[in-house]
Every structure is written in structure tokens, then in C-alpha cells.
């Protein structure tokens, strides 16, 4: 608390603020306007909308308070005042030029009130700036003297009345303000002068995690999933993360899934580039790689104890059938979809009356091909309805001795429940026409299975680039069907994804994906084959989140290594955040090979402690003993 002294100037404590008002016609410009550009996030084509005095609120970077007053007065009275002023002038007019200019412009206003209907309303703003620390007087005025004139104003500093603004600024005391410091406008110019930007606010939410502040880079806590959920912003929790190679996708997932992690969330992530093993290590989570010699195993026929064999698991084991059987799964007939459904429902009865037999691929593929196979001759199916044999001939390869034998027929499915952060890295076989979808849409189906009995915390599956290898029509109502019921258990599905145009390819999983994700992230679209208008129109973009998007990087601090990244919630909420992380997150985040090599021989030489050799890396980088 500091004593106010406002003894002939205004003085707080030991501060003396600079006190600039707009309070005379003279000093307000001749042209104003609801935006301006704002060229610092403008491009050639695209240009940047603030307020038209958005250079007296956030822009404005020294300590300051920004006062806007306009009066409604009793709009009668005010014209009843002009009319008479007219007639005044009129008769004097003879007399001065000067009376003559004056009658002509009250006259103007007269008309244009009574032409356009507008209201007639009393202005005054004004601002009240003072140093800090690190600046001195004569720096303040200078910065907002600079400001006003910005907007083709000009400034006036207040001499005599600066105690008096201060006190009528003090709120409750805005009736205070002299009415001889006031301009008589219309109220359109007058809300031209209004402050519209505000600062970021730390969200109040437990969960969530820390980006930086865009202009100020002061860092802000945001929850961009349980809030904007209660606060119905949102309807789903599901996010869609776009950007073109290298603009930062996995690097900001790694700081999301981190934050998200501290908050004890079940994180599944399917990647294709080895981005989040450095998170993996330090998390102590599971990291699987599709390896040769030692690749991922299922089994999708395993009813866990505890677990039922109800109507989800057996569409999901029939959309897994499908997609081994048929190229494109969502060419099939009905009657191979009613043949495919009875071998599972006569397999599972089957099961029933010899327990002894273990559900595993290998022993339904025995059961179709004898068991099913006999009761489809007696039946007397014909081969144009369901092909057995060629359906048999198709799923050999994973059955045994065939070469993807080991696929389905783990001895029992992968235990995901108690570890909370798994990573699966596919990059191994992401060209691979039959493992990568089946590997895929096995893991979406593990973590299916698991979010259903994981109660009352949240779960997240984010999918990478993988999410193209069952992005097929066939898989599009498998992916609606991940989308929507995941919302349901608490969790949320992310997709990242360079581009578009994979989606554009699809209308069903472009249904399925974008309209279920209600959070959209979007990352430097600069370097994108597709064009922002494309982007704006498949996701739905506002004219507004398009000119934040084309914004992004475009003003960074190059004293700082960050990027911007925008986050558009539900088409309501939307804004471009910092990401900026300290060294050593940085180290662990960085996708760049020859930078995740180095922390790799660092922990190498710290006897393969992952926190040691990144702490060590991050010295020796602040030493100035090594660098990246
Ligand atoms: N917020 C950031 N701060 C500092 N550096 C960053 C940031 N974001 C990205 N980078 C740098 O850019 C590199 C590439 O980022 P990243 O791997 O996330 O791109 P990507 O969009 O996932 O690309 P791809 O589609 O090829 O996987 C990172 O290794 C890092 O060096
Ligand atoms: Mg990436």
C-alpha cells in the first residue's frame, strides 16, 4: 500500500504517472475505424485485425492505465442545446468567419443525427503511465506519445487536471470527470476508442498445462480440456493437431502429453519417427518398437477375466477380419459380412463347450476352416455368398507358420492398465501394407478395451501419422466409433497430421475425425502444399482463426527459441500461445537426430541414467562446453 498524494499533481507512493488525455476535438483523429492492421502479424495477402486503439491497451508496453468514459447523455437535451447554439452562431455569423465555420459544422452533426438516427454520446479517454524499474519518465512519455500518434491522434499531456482524472478514474468515481473534458461524438466513433484486447488469464483449472503468453511470452497456465468442456465451449475432449513437416507438431505434443502426465492421465501415443522416446525414458513408460526379431503381439480373441465378450469387442474383432481379408475393408458384400459373423459366433460358442482350447487366431482359423467351413457345405452356402476358401486363403499368412503367425496369437493381450505413459513406435513397418493397419488397429483396440475398465481418470490415445494406414472407408466408422467413445470414458483421441489432403481424400473420416474433435491446433502453416483457405474451409475456421493461423511465427522474439502455436476451441475460443520450454525439456522434446544423439551418448557416458546424462548435457550446453 502506498499513500496517494494528489496535491496539485497526482503522485503514488514515490510514482508519478505521465497523464495524456483525448478530451478536445482537436486531439482525436480525423479518421477513425472499428480495426486497424496490425503489420507485425500481417502478410501480403492476409492482414491482421486489432482495434483501432489496441496501441493504447496490450501494445502499449510500458506500465499503464488506459480510462475510456462515454457519457449517454439525454440525447433531447443534447440537440435542443445544438439547435440553439445554431441559431446563436447564425446571428453572429455576420459578424466572423469563425462563427459561420462553426454554425456549418454543428449543423453537419444536426443532420447527420437526424439523417442516420445516431446517438449523440460524450467521449473522453485518457492515459495514465508510469516508469518502472528498468525505464525512466522521459522513456514513458515518449512510448505514449508514440502510441497516440499511432492512431493519428495527438497526445496531449495534462497539466492542470491530472488529479482530478485520477480521481474520477478510480472506479466508482467516473461521474467525477470534468464535463468540459469531454468531446460530443456519435457513439460509432466513439467505441472506435474502446480497448477490445485483453490479456491471457491463468485458467483457474487444476489440470492443464504452461504456454507462454503471445506478446509478453509470460508464462500462463491453460486447461484446454475439462474447462472448456464444463463451460460447454467444447463437446468433446478430442484434438486435431495440424502442420506441415517440421513446424512443431510432436514437439508441442511432447509438452502437452507431459503436462498431461503430471496430471495423471493413461497416456497410449502411436507414432512413426521415434518422437517420444526421450519423454518415454524420463517418464519410466513402456516403449515398444516393431522390431524383427522381436515384434509387438496380440490377441484379439483373449477375453481378459473380468472383460465380456459384448457387442463392441465382436464388431471390432469383425472390422479386424475384414481388413485382413479385403484390401479395401469396406468392400464387402452382405452375405460376407453375415458368413464372417457366423464363424466368430459359432467359434465362440465352440470355445465354450471345450475350455480346454485357448482363443488365439491360430485356433479360429483351425475352427473356420474345419468346423464353419463343414456347416457352410451342409448349408449348402454357395461360394458367390461367402468365398470361405478364399477368406481362408487370405488370413493364412497370419496363421501358424505363415509369416505374420506371431501377430494374433499372443499368449495373452499386452497389460496396459497400470502403466500410464506407452509409447508404440511403428516407423519399422509404416510401409508395410498388412502390418502397420493391423498393428495399428490392434493398439486402438487394446486401448479401447482398457479405457472401459479404467474408471474415473482421464485416457489418452494420440495417433500420429499412423492413423492413414486405417483411415480407410472400411475404417471410417471404426475410427467414429474411437472418436465417440472415448468421450464417453473420460478420454480423449488426438490425431496429428502434416496435411490435409489425406483427410480431404476421405468424407467419411473426414466426418469421423474432424467434426469429433472440437479442439483444433494448428501450427505454422507457411510451408503447407495446402492453402490456408482450403485448411479454413475443411476445418471450419472462422475469417479471424485463419488470420491468427497465417500469423503464427511471424513476430517471434529472435533473442528466444520458441514457436506459436494456435489453439482453436469449438470455434469459440481461440488463441496463439508460446511454446516455450526450459533447456532441459527442450533436450528432451527435440526430434532433431543429431541433437537426440548427443543426449544419447550422454547417458551413455552416465551408465545409461537418462537423468543424469540430460542434466550433464544441459550444464555442459550452459557452460558453454559443448553446444547443439
Ligand atoms: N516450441 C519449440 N521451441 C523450440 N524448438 C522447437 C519448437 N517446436 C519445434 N522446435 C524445433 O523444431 C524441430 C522439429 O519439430 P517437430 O519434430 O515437432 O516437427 P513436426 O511438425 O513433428 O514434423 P514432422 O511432421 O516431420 O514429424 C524440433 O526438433 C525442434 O528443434
Ligand atoms: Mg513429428
Redesign the pocket.
Known amino acids: 500500500m502506498q499513500d496517494i498524494s494528489l496535491n496539485g499533481s497526482v503522485k503514488i507512493g514515490n510514482k508519478k504517472p505521465e497523464i495524456f488525455s483525448l478530451a478536445d476535438l482537436e486531439d482525436f483523429p480525423e479518421y477513425t475505424g472499428p480495426r486497424i492492421n496490425y503489420d507485425e502479424y500481417s502478410t501480403d495477402k492476409n492482414k491482421f485485425s486489432i482495434g483501432f486503439a489496441s496501441c493504447l491497451g496490450l501494445l502499449l508496453d510500458c506500465n499503464h492505465v488506459y480510462n475510456q468514459y462515454i457519457y449517454l447523455d439525454d440525447t433531447k437535451k443534447i440537440v435542443r442545446d445544438l439547435e440553439k447554439k445554431v441559431n446563436t452562431l447564425h446571428s453572429f455569423s455576420k459578424g466572423s468567419r469563425f462563427n459561420s465555420i462553426t454554425r456549418d459544422g454543428v449543423n453537419d452533426f444536426l443532420n447527420e443525427f437526424t439523417a442516420d438516427h445516431r446517438r449523440p454520446v460524450r467521449a473522453h479517454y485518457n492515459i495514465m503511465a508510469w516508469p518502472d524499474s528498468g525505464t525512466d519518465r522521459k522513456e514513458v512519455r515518449n512510448k505514449v506519445s508514440t502510441a497516440i500518434a499511432k492512431m493519428d491522434a495527438s497526445p496531449r499531456v495534462e497539466l492542470v487536471a491530472g488529479a482530478q482524472l485520477y480521481w474520477a478514474g478510480i472506479p466508482g468515481n467516473q461521474a467525477e470527470l470534468p464535463i468540459n473534458d469531454t468531446v460530443l461524438t456519435f457513439m460509432d466513433q466513439a467505441i472506435c476508442f474502446l480497448n477490445n484486447e485483453t490479456n491471457y488469464r491463468d485458467s483457474k483449472s487444476p489440470i492443464g498445462m504452461k504456454l507462454g503468453e503471445r506478446l509478453s511470452g509470460k508464462p500462463i497456465h491453460i486447461d484446454i480440456s475439462d474447462e472448456p468442456w464444463e463451460k460447454g465451449i467444447i463437446n468433446n475432449r478430442n484434438k486435431f493437431i495440424l502442420?506441415?513437416?517440421?513446424?512443431?507438431?510432436?514437439?508441442?505434443?511432447?509438452?502437452m502429453m507431459s503436462s498431461y502426465y503430471d496430471d495423471g492421465s493413461h497416456i497410449v501415443l502411436v507414432d512413426v519417427?521415434y518422437?517420444y522416446q526421450g519423454l518415454c525414458e524420463k517418464l519410466g513408460g513402456y516403449f515398444f518398437a516393431y522390431e524383427e526379431d522381436n515384434p509387438i503381439q496380440f490377441n484379439p480373441f483373449f477375453v481378459e477375466s473380468g472383460d465380456i465378450l459384448d457387442t463392441e469387442k465382436k464388431e471390432s474383432l469383425k472390422s479386424l477380419l475384414l481388413s485382413l481379408w479385403k484390401k479395401d475393408a469396406g468392400n464387402h458384400t452382405r452375405s460376407e459380412y453375415v458368413g464372417l459373423s457366423g464363424s466368430l459366433k459359432m467359434y465362440f460358442e465352440h470355445l465354450k463347450t471345450h475350455p480346454g482350447l485357448f482363443a488365439c487366431f491360430d485356433t479360429y482359423y483351425e475352427f473356420t476352416g474345419n468346423q464353419y467351413k463343414a456347416h457352410l457345405e451342409k448349408d449348402k452356402v454357395r461360394e458367390k455368398e461367402f468365398d470361405i476358401l478364399n477368406y481362408l486363403y487370405n488370413l493364412k499368412p497370419f496363421y501358424k507358420g505363415g509369416e505374420f503367425d506371431y501377430l494374433l496369437n499372443a499368449k495373452e493381450n499386452l497389460n496396459l492398465m497400470e502403466q500410464r505413459f506407452i509409447v508404440f513406435e511403428l516407423d519399422n513397418i509404416k510401409d508395410h501394407p498388412i502390418l502397420f493397419p493391423v498393428v495399428t488397429l490392434m493398439i486402438m483396440e487394446i486401448f479401447i478395451a482398457k479405457m472401459r475398465k479404467l474408471k474415473g481418470v482421464r485416457k489418452i490415445i494420440a495417433i500420429?501419422?499412423a492413423w492413414k494406414a486405417i483411415a480407410k472407408e472400411g475404417m471410417a466408422e471404426y475410427i467414429k466409433y474411437l472418436f465417440k467413445t472415448v468421450r464417453k470414458f473420460y478420454g480423449e483421441a488426438m490425431v496429428?497430421t502434416?496435411d490435409v489432403e489425406d483427410i480431404l481424400s476421405s468424407p467419411i473420416v473426414k466426418k469421423a475425425i474432424i467434426n469429433n474433435s472440437d479442439c483444433k491446433i494448428l501450427?505454422d502453416q507457411s510451408k503447407s502444399s495446402t492453402s490456408i483457405d482450403q485448411v479454413a474451409e475443411l476445418l471450419g475456421l472462422t475469417d479471424k482463426e485463419a488470420q491468427m493461423v497465417l500469423s503464427i511465427n511471424k513476430n517471434n522474439d529472435p533473442s528466444l527459441?520458441?514457436?506459436?502455436?494456435a489453439i482453436l476451441l469449438g470455434g469459440v475460443l481461440s488463441r496463439v500461445y508460446?511454446?516455450?520450454?526450459s533447456l532441459e525439456e527442450?533436450l528432451i522434446?527435440?526430434?532433431?537426430k543429431s541433437?537426440k544423439e548427443k543426449l544419447f551418448e550422454y547417458v551413455d557416458e552416465a551408465e545409461g541414467s537418462y537423468d543424469i546424462g540430460l542434466r550433464n548435457l544441459a550444464k555442459d550446453i550452459r557452460l558453454g562446453h559443448t553446444s547443439l
Open positions: 502442420g506441415p513437416s517440421g513446424s512443431g507438431k510432436s514437439f508441442f505434443m511432447n509438452k519417427g518422437s500420429e501419422e496429428v502434416q501450427l527459441k520458441y514457436r506459436e502455436v508460446r511454446t516455450e520450454v527442450y522434446f527435440t526430434t532433431e541433437e
